[in-house]
């Protein structure tokens, strides 16, 4: 399994941005599938985004579509989300999560909090 810890969350008024990043632990990290979820209060975690792994296109919630940024750097071992123009409703807690193509998401970080005022 791949260690990831999560940064850049903090509080952000509405209509701003902030940058999360997800570093990952191991040499493997380019054969991992990378995600972004979010669980707010009270809510079940949900998808946000993630890179395909067929053709490495970026894949959004319908909420966040236009509005965040799913990337990765393999030399890095980092995966990113740029989140603009937030919304009070994107408050949350963001995981990052990898796994082996087709299998799931098998590792997941501690989560970095995500709060933005109206």
């Known amino acids: 399994q791949v260690q990831l810890v999560e940064s850049g969350g903090g509080l952000v008024q509405a209509g701003g941005s902030l940058r999360l990043s997800c570093a990952a632990s191991g040499r493997t990290f380019s054969s991992y599938v990378m995600g972004w979820f979010r669980q707010a209060p009270g809510k079940e975690r949900e998808f946000v985004a993630t890179i395909r792994w067929s053709d490495s296109t970026p894949i959004y919630a319908d909420s966040v579509k236009g509005r965040f940024t799913i990337s990765r750097d393999n030399a890095k071992n980092t995966m990113y989300l740029q989140m603009n123009s937030l919304k009070p409703e994107d408050t949350a807690v963001y995981y990052c999560?990898?796994?082996?193509?087709?299998?799931?998401?098998?590792?997941w970080g501690q989560g970095t909090q995500v709060t933005v005022s109206s």
């Open positions: 999560a990898a796994g082996p193509p087709g299998k799931g998401y098998a590792s």
